[in-house]
């Protein structure tokens, strides 16, 4: 009698965005009961606990205590998943093995990297300094975010600095979001009036990849709430005793209080490479077996822009990555390629957020911010609540 072929192993690490939108992508195949049948699948996290990144820009805003701001899966939602809580440290592509921080070896037959960005504070000289003594903020943890929440709240009047370190970084429009909620509240503190808001960015202008309108709109939303913006800054120092930013450019800027986008490295990666390459087609990397998505990887767009670090583009990732590595396996007979349809919100202040959406791969793109509305700040929480309510749950996702 012939036996039943061996499981075939799909191992995926990182359970944030892209990682989980793997299982969920599995989980709706018309055949997900036969799929399962032919292979084990192990997700990897060092904490198994994600966030979606709206919700940072909230905190400092001082609309959400930064405790409620972690998703964490449960064993029910992750049903039929072996789950590793275990920090990746390294990736052997040739053995088609993982090592984690405890010396345990993972193998897999397909592997789906998913483990995203990491804030990189330390590269930009005297950034972590200026931390250090108090004088610069950042919101791109929930603990920094309650930590920038604390200084605006106390932040009396003079010169707030909002700066992009460098163009690569998540989501955007987190900056000039933040710039707009930042202005909210000392609005509502009353220190709006003696307060001088700026935004420094090395980039041409806000989200170059949305294409050429989208970020003329955004700069007009800046200028109506009083916030004037500087393109093409890149900087290259930070000294905390002067409060002062020096550009690349020989011009220096000063501040009372900087709110800063850190400059992000990988939190994982292949060999020596940086942010990870994959071909659009299957977000396969260039080791076979491997696909890369979400944050961890770096696209360009055929109109010769980044594509942004959004969880948008995690979770197109991830629909194509779950066909990509299945067909690898021989499970599924098609793949499928990366779609460039992309949208974000933008919190505007005043509880209403605008909106852009569009396709990233056109030739320009074509996105336009829409007007700022209550309806679709609504809609951006509903966001979060559908998110949460799938991985927060007893009802299992893989069935
Ligand atoms: C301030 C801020 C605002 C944002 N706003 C928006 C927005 O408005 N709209 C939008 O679309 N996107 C926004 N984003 C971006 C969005 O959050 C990311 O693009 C998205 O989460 C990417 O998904 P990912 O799966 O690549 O990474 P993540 O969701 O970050 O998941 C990575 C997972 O890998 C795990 N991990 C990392 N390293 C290891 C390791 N060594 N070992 C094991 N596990 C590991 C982590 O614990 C995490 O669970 C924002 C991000 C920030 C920071």
């Not at 084990?40 to 905190?59: N, R």
């Not at 700069?219 to 000294?239: M, N, T, Y």
């Not at 490479?273 to 696909?291: F, K, Q």
Request: net charge negative; with cysteine.
């Amino acid at each position: 009698m012939s036996q039943a072929p061996a499981a075939k192993k799909l191992l995926i690490l990182g359970a944030g965005v892209g990682g989980l939108s793997v299982i969920k992508e599995i989980a709706e195949f018309d055949s997900a009961a036969a799929i399962l049948d032919k292979i084990d699948i192990t997700i990897v996290d060092e904490d198994f606990s994600h966030f979606l990144g709206f919700t940072l820009p909230w905190v400092m805003r001082g609309w959400r205590a930064p405790d409620s701001v972690p998703i964490r899966p449960t064993e029910a939602a992750l049903n039929r998943v072996n789950r590793v809580t275990g920090r990746v440290s390294s990736i052997d592509p040739q053995r088609q093995q993982v090592t984690l921080d405890d010396d345990t070896t993972l193998e897999f037959d397909a592997l789906i990297l998913a483990t995203g960005a990491r804030n990189a504070v330390d590269r930009v000289p005297g950034l972590a300094d200026a931390v250090a003594k108090g004088v610069a903020v950042h919101y791109y943890d929930h603990d920094a975010a309650a930590e920038a929440h604390r200084a605006l709240s106390g932040f009396t009047g003079g010169r707030l600095m909002f700066l992009v370190t460098s163009p690569v970084y998540r989501c955007p429009v987190a900056p000039y979001e933040g710039a707009m909620l930042a202005a909210d509240l000392l609005e509502a503190t009353g220190a709006r009036a003696a307060t001088e808001i700026t935004a420094y960015t090395p980039e041409v202008q806000p989200m170059p990849s949305a294409g050429p309108y989208a970020g003329v709109e955004l700069v007009e939303f800046l200028r109506q709430r009083g916030i004037s913006f500087h393109a093409e800054h890149q900087v290259v120092a930070v000294d905390a005793a002067r409060r002062v930013v020096t550009f690349d450019n020989g011009a220096e800027a000063g501040f009372d209080l900087l709110m800063f986008i850190p400059p992000h490295r990988p939190a994982v990666t292949i060999g020596d490479e940086d942010w990870i390459s994959v071909d659009t087609a299957t977000m396969a990397t260039r080791h076979p077996g491997i696909y890369a998505i979400g944050d961890t990887t770096t696209v360009t767009t055929p109109w010769g822009r980044s594509l942004p670090k959004a969880a948008a583009f995690a979770r197109n990732g991830a629909v194509s990555a779950a066909r990509s590595a299945l067909h690898y396996l021989g499970i599924v007979d098609r793949t499928e390629e990366l779609s460039g349809q992309g949208y974000c919100y933008l919190d505007t202040g005043a509880g209403a957020s605008s909106r852009g959406a569009g396709d990233f791969f056109a030739e320009p793109p074509e996105i336009h911010l829409s007007s700022p509305t209550a309806e679709l700040n609504r809609q951006k929480s509903d966001e979060e609540h559908q998110w949460r309510a799938l991985w927060e749950t007893e009802r299992p996702v893989l069935r």
